[in-house]
C-alpha cells in the first residue's frame, strides 16, 4: 500500500511538472489569426521541451520534442509529413513558416533498400537564432551547399537494406539547418 501511494504521488509531480512545461512554452508563444510568434521560445535556452505543439488551423507542427536514441520521446503515429510539400522542393526555394521564419529547402528522392524515400535539407535563411539574415547574393551557395548534403545523405542512404534508427548524415560535420528522411509514397518520417 506505501509502494502503490509513492508511485501515485510520484506520477502525479510528474505529469505537473509536463503540464508546467507545455504551458510555459505556450506562453512564449502567443498567436494572432494569421501567424504565431515563436522568437521568444526558440530564443530561450531555459525552455523544457514541450509535447508536440500544432497549430490548430493549419495542422503544422509549431514545435516538435527533440529525440535521442538515449531519449526516444516522439510519437510514432504523429511523425508523418505532407509528401506532396516535401516533393515541391526538387528546385531550392524559400518558405515562410508560420513562426515568421525563413528557410531555403531541397528535396530529393532516394531509395533505403526498396522503399522510395524523400530527403530535405534546409537552412534557415531567417530565424531568431541567427544573428544575420542570408541575402539574395548568398543563395546561389546556399543552394549548392543543401544539394552537396542531400546528395551525401542520399548516398548514405543507398548503403542501408533498411531505414535503421540512427541518424542518418552526409558527414560528421552536418551543414544544413535541419533535414528530414519520408517515405515518399505515405509520408511517414523515417529520420
Known amino acids: 500500500m506505501v509502494a502503490g501511494f ?41 525552455t523544457d521541451s514541450p509535447d508536440y505543439v500544432v497549430d490548430p488551423k493549419t495542422k503544422y507542427f509549431l514545435s516538435t520534442p527533440g529525440s535521442t536514441p538515449e531519449t526516444a520521446t516522439r510519437l510514432a503515429s504523429l511523425d508523418f509529413v505532407d509528401a506532396g510539400f516535401v516533393k ?17 529547402l531541397f ?21 531568431p537564432t541567427k544573428i544575420l539574415e542570408a541575402s539574395s ?21 543507398a548503403k542501408l537494406r533498411e531505414p535503421s534508427s540512427h541518424a542518418i548524415k552526409s558527414a560528421s560535420k552536418f551543414s544544413a539547418d535541419g533535414f528530414m528522411v519520408l517515405d515518399a509514397n505515405t509520408g511517414e518520417v523515417l529520420d
Open 6 to 46: 509513492a508511485y501515485v504521488a510520484t506520477l502525479r509531480a510528474d505529469v505537473r511538472n509536463l503540464q508546467r512545461i507545455n504551458q510555459e512554452a505556450l506562453d512564449e508563444m502567443p498567436c494572432d489569426v494569421d501567424v504565431c510568434q515563436s522568437n521568444k521560445f526558440t530564443t530561450d535556452p531555459y
Open 137 to 157: 547574393r548568398d543563395l546561389p551557395s546556399i543552394d549548392k551547399r543543401l544539394r552537396q548534403e542531400a546528395d551525401g545523405i542520399a548516398a548514405n542512404l
Open 88 to 104: 515541391q522542393y526538387h528546385q531550392p526555394d524559400s518558405y515562410n513558416s508560420l513562426g515568421g521564419e525563413k528557410w531555403r
Open 107 to 127: 528535396s530529393r528522392p532516394a531509395v533505403i533498400g526498396s522503399k522510395q524515400v524523400e530527403v530535405i535539407v534546409g537552412y534557415a535563411e531567417k530565424q
